[in-house]
């Protein structure tokens, strides 16, 4: 038996389309968390990994470093807007059906301040909303060791067969 890793390291480690459709998003995100599935690649190059799935509830832990800056040392908003869109993503999936899957219409990230490199953040996903067709859902990033408010996003998506 081979183990799954972390983090995806080749298409090979992805999971099916066979075997996505054939499993609630939550139950997909909860494989995920127990380690049957691994975590995207992504999560791995942005330094987070998923910590916490409940339905319409995950959250991600992690820290960026210098390889996540921008050309004045501060933390890229472009690490902010993946993250937050892993969180708003993920709440997303907890609430979609066995069969069915979704993509991201739109999603905004505010940036409230600047997260130092090396802090610790956790993202909290949140669903608002999950209906027919769309889904809505919003997210912030948190330092783990003062609790302020770095970032806060909100998402629409849509669900499809």
Not at 46 to 69: A, K, S
Not at 98 to 114: D, H, M, P, Q
Not at 136 to 147: E, K, P
Request: glycine share 12%; charged share 15%; hydrophobic share 40%.
């Amino acid at each position: 038996m081979t183990q799954t890793p972390l983090f995806a390291q080749s298409p090979a480690d992805l999971p099916t389309r066979d075997q996505l459709l054939s499993m609630s998003g939550l139950d997909f995100m909860q494989a995920m968390l127990e380690g049957r599935i691994p975590h995207p690649t992504i999560a791995a190059l942005m330094g987070y990994r998923i910590t916490t799935v409940e339905p319409g509830r995950v959250t991600l832990t992690g820290t960026p470093g210098f390889q996540h800056t921008n050309p004045f040392g501060g933390v890229h908003g472009g690490w902010y807007g993946t993250v937050l869109d892993t969180a708003l993503g993920c709440a997303v999936m907890t609430a979609v059906p066995k069969g069915r899957w979704y993509t991201t219409l739109e999603y905004k990230v505010n940036i409230t301040r600047a997260l130092p490199v090396g802090m610790e953040m956790e993202a909290e996903g949140l669903l608002d909303h999950a209906g027919r067709s769309t889904a809505v859902s919003r997210a912030t990033i948190r330092g783990r060791a003062d609790g302020r408010l770095y970032a806060s996003g909100t998402t629409t998506c849509i669900l499809m067969d």
